[in-house]
Protein backbone atom coordinates (compact mmCIF):
# COMPACT_ATOMS: atom_id res chain seq x y z
CA UNK A 1 0.00 0.00 0.00
CA UNK A 2 2.85 2.40 0.93
CA UNK A 3 4.62 1.71 -2.17
CA UNK A 4 1.91 2.38 -4.59
CA UNK A 5 0.64 5.70 -2.85
CA UNK A 6 4.55 6.86 -3.45
CA UNK A 7 4.51 5.85 -6.63
CA UNK A 8 1.13 7.70 -7.46
CA UNK A 9 2.29 10.83 -5.54
CA UNK A 10 5.20 10.77 -7.93
CA UNK A 11 3.24 10.62 -11.09
CA UNK A 12 1.09 13.19 -9.84
CA UNK A 13 4.14 15.41 -9.34
CA UNK A 14 5.34 14.76 -12.80
CA UNK A 15 2.19 15.15 -13.93
CA UNK A 16 2.23 18.60 -12.33
CA UNK A 17 5.78 19.50 -13.65
CA UNK A 18 4.66 19.12 -17.25
CA UNK A 19 1.23 20.94 -16.96
CA UNK A 20 3.63 23.77 -15.49
CA UNK A 21 6.11 23.60 -18.02
CA UNK A 22 3.34 23.82 -20.67
CA UNK A 23 2.19 27.07 -19.26
CA UNK A 24 5.67 28.67 -19.72
CA UNK A 25 6.20 27.39 -23.08
CA UNK A 26 2.59 28.11 -23.99
CA UNK A 27 3.35 32.04 -22.76
CA UNK A 28 7.12 32.46 -24.34
CA UNK A 29 6.02 30.65 -27.87
CA UNK A 30 5.91 33.65 -29.53
CA UNK A 31 8.15 35.48 -28.10
CA UNK A 32 11.31 35.00 -30.35
CA UNK A 33 13.94 36.93 -28.22
CA UNK A 34 14.61 37.55 -24.34
CA UNK A 35 16.83 39.35 -22.52
CA UNK A 36 19.26 36.80 -21.35
CA UNK A 37 21.29 37.81 -18.11
CA UNK A 38 24.52 37.00 -17.02
CA UNK A 39 26.97 37.89 -13.98
CA UNK A 40 29.82 39.52 -14.94
CA UNK A 41 33.73 38.95 -13.84
CA UNK A 42 33.06 42.19 -11.74
CA UNK A 43 30.00 40.93 -10.37
CA UNK A 44 27.68 43.08 -12.37
CA UNK A 45 24.59 42.02 -14.05
CA UNK A 46 25.10 42.13 -17.70
CA UNK A 47 22.45 41.62 -20.25
CA UNK A 48 21.94 41.11 -23.91
CA UNK A 49 19.22 40.17 -26.33
CA UNK A 50 19.22 36.20 -27.51
CA UNK A 51 16.97 34.40 -29.91
CA UNK A 52 15.40 31.44 -28.33
CA UNK A 53 15.73 28.36 -30.83
CA UNK A 54 13.76 25.71 -28.98
CA UNK A 55 12.25 24.98 -25.68
CA UNK A 56 12.07 21.15 -25.31
CA UNK A 57 9.40 19.29 -23.22
CA UNK A 58 11.57 18.96 -20.31
CA UNK A 59 11.95 23.25 -20.42
CA UNK A 60 15.36 23.21 -21.62
CA UNK A 61 16.09 26.08 -23.69
CA UNK A 62 18.07 26.36 -26.65
CA UNK A 63 20.74 29.41 -27.58
CA UNK A 64 23.32 29.69 -30.33
CA UNK A 65 25.87 31.99 -29.64
CA UNK A 66 29.93 32.72 -30.45
CA UNK A 67 32.34 30.13 -28.52
CA UNK A 68 34.67 32.65 -27.23
CA UNK A 69 32.08 35.45 -26.37
CA UNK A 70 31.80 37.24 -23.12
CA UNK A 71 28.84 35.51 -22.08
CA UNK A 72 30.12 32.09 -22.27
CA UNK A 73 33.02 33.27 -20.25
CA UNK A 74 30.78 34.80 -17.63
CA UNK A 75 28.61 31.59 -17.53
CA UNK A 76 32.18 29.60 -17.42
CA UNK A 77 32.67 31.41 -13.71
CA UNK A 78 28.76 31.30 -13.03
CA UNK A 79 26.25 29.47 -15.26
CA UNK A 80 23.48 30.98 -13.38
CA UNK A 81 21.35 33.01 -15.76
CA UNK A 82 17.98 35.07 -15.96
CA UNK A 83 16.11 34.69 -19.00
CA UNK A 84 13.20 37.79 -19.53
CA UNK A 85 10.78 37.51 -22.18
CA UNK A 86 8.20 40.18 -23.13
CA UNK A 87 4.89 39.96 -25.13
CA UNK A 88 3.54 43.45 -24.75
CA UNK A 89 0.85 43.02 -27.52
CA UNK A 90 -0.87 40.40 -25.05
CA UNK A 91 0.24 41.80 -21.57
CA UNK A 92 2.56 38.74 -20.83
CA UNK A 93 5.38 38.92 -19.30
CA UNK A 94 7.92 35.58 -18.03
CA UNK A 95 11.13 35.68 -16.05
CA UNK A 96 13.23 32.55 -15.81
CA UNK A 97 15.89 31.56 -13.78
CA UNK A 98 18.46 29.16 -15.10
CA UNK A 99 21.41 27.09 -15.03
CA UNK A 100 23.41 27.61 -18.27
CA UNK A 101 25.93 25.02 -20.20
CA UNK A 102 28.16 25.74 -23.38
CA UNK A 103 27.01 22.16 -25.34
CA UNK A 104 29.25 21.30 -28.69
CA UNK A 105 26.58 18.70 -30.31
CA UNK A 106 26.78 19.15 -33.95
CA UNK A 107 23.12 17.44 -34.66
CA UNK A 108 21.90 19.59 -32.53
CA UNK A 109 23.08 22.97 -34.12
CA UNK A 110 21.98 20.80 -37.74
CA UNK A 111 18.22 20.34 -35.84
CA UNK A 112 17.67 24.05 -34.70
CA UNK A 113 19.56 25.84 -37.29
CA UNK A 114 18.01 28.37 -39.96
CA UNK A 115 18.93 30.74 -42.14
CA UNK A 116 18.77 33.80 -40.38
CA UNK A 117 21.58 32.46 -38.05
CA UNK A 118 24.02 33.06 -40.97
CA UNK A 119 23.57 36.85 -40.32
CA UNK A 120 25.61 36.28 -36.79
CA UNK A 121 27.51 33.13 -38.00
CA UNK A 122 28.16 33.60 -42.05
CA UNK A 123 29.90 30.51 -42.24
CA UNK A 124 27.20 28.60 -41.02
CA UNK A 125 27.31 24.98 -39.76
CA UNK A 126 30.87 25.33 -40.09
CA UNK A 127 31.90 27.96 -38.01
CA UNK A 128 34.31 27.35 -35.88
CA UNK A 129 32.91 29.73 -33.39
CA UNK A 130 29.45 28.45 -32.96
CA UNK A 131 28.19 26.86 -30.23
CA UNK A 132 25.54 26.26 -28.42
CA UNK A 133 23.72 27.53 -25.20
CA UNK A 134 21.63 25.19 -22.93
CA UNK A 135 19.60 26.44 -20.17
CA UNK A 136 18.11 24.55 -17.71
CA UNK A 137 15.05 26.19 -15.90
CA UNK A 138 14.79 26.25 -12.62
CA UNK A 139 12.32 28.76 -11.23
CA UNK A 140 9.96 30.98 -13.79
CA UNK A 141 7.68 34.06 -12.70
CA UNK A 142 4.97 35.20 -15.06
CA UNK A 143 2.44 37.86 -15.52
CA UNK A 144 -0.76 37.46 -17.80
CA UNK A 145 -3.66 39.57 -18.57
CA UNK A 146 -5.42 38.35 -21.66
CA UNK A 147 -7.03 42.15 -21.60
CA UNK A 148 -6.47 44.33 -24.14
CA UNK A 149 -4.55 47.62 -23.63
CA UNK A 150 -7.17 49.22 -23.78
CA UNK A 151 -9.21 47.41 -21.11
CA UNK A 152 -5.93 47.57 -19.29
CA UNK A 153 -5.39 51.26 -19.90
CA UNK A 154 -9.50 51.55 -18.40
CA UNK A 155 -8.79 49.66 -15.54
CA UNK A 156 -5.25 51.59 -14.77
CA UNK A 157 -7.15 54.58 -14.90
CA UNK A 158 -9.85 53.49 -12.87
CA UNK A 159 -7.56 52.28 -10.11
CA UNK A 160 -6.09 55.51 -9.95
CA UNK A 161 -8.99 57.71 -9.72
CA UNK A 162 -10.92 55.14 -7.48
CA UNK A 163 -7.68 55.37 -5.33
CA UNK A 164 -7.67 51.36 -5.58
CA UNK A 165 -4.88 49.20 -6.27
CA UNK A 166 -4.61 48.12 -10.16
CA UNK A 167 -5.19 44.11 -10.37
CA UNK A 168 -3.02 43.10 -13.12
CA UNK A 169 -4.26 40.08 -14.02
CA UNK A 170 -2.68 36.03 -13.71
CA UNK A 171 0.56 36.40 -12.10
CA UNK A 172 2.36 33.31 -10.30
CA UNK A 173 5.95 31.69 -9.38
CA UNK A 174 6.88 28.49 -10.10
CA UNK A 175 9.86 25.71 -9.23
CA UNK A 176 10.75 24.58 -12.19
CA UNK A 177 13.42 22.06 -10.83
CA UNK A 178 12.13 18.41 -10.92
CA UNK A 179 11.94 17.26 -6.79
CA UNK A 180 11.42 13.81 -8.02
CA UNK A 181 13.94 11.10 -7.61
CA UNK A 182 13.95 8.62 -10.85
CA UNK A 183 12.94 5.47 -9.54
Known amino acids: MGFEHANFNRMETVQNHRELLKGIRERIKDVRVAMMTTVSTDGRLHSRPMSTHEMEDDGTLWFFTKEFSEKVTEISRDNTVSLSYADSSNNTYVAILGE ?14 SVFLKAWFPQGLDDPQLTLLKVRPLEAEYWDSSSSKMVVGF ?14 GDHGKVNLERQVRQF
Open 100 to 113: AQIVHDRQKMEQLW
Open 155 to 168: NILKAVVTGTEYNE
